[in-house]
């Protein structure tokens, strides 16, 4: 059975942009062999992230991932059955936010600031999907 699994979380202050980089080289390398697929956005020292796998799969990672010291207040958004992958061409990509339109984060939230802790696992589904969609992605496997 496949699940999509999204979640929010605050970096730690040792996360810098060496320190993501090789975040995304270890998922990358660990999940093709787990069947995870997913997109992680970074942006202000907020992770967004949704993982799609077996159930199994899915709810280990994200046990593991809640554990990391990297990050904290880590919040599931959203967790639902699914009948296919939306990122099943990625172990793991990353989408750049650096051009980020304000108007299409002001369209899910109450202010132009990206805070998927202030909208509802819904809203944040909604807006995760317009940014990959309007986003770069700049690594994918």
Known sequence: MLV???YVS???????QNELVAILKRSKAN???LGITGVLCFSAGIFLQVIEGGRSAVSAL???IANDPR???VVLLSYE???ERNFAGWSM????????NPALVMKYSESALLNPYAVSGKMSMALFNEMVA?????CDS
């Open 62 to 64: 994200y046990n593991k």
């Open 10 to 16: 605050r970096a730690s202050d040792s996360v810098n």
């Open 81 to 83: 059955e699914i009948g």
């Open 31 to 33: 999940n093709v062999g």
């Open 93 to 100: 990509g990353r989408a750049n936010l650096t051009g980020l």
């Open 4 to 6: 999509r699994l999204m």
């Open 71 to 73: 990050h904290h207040d």
């Open 134 to 138: 309007s986003a770069a992605i700049i």
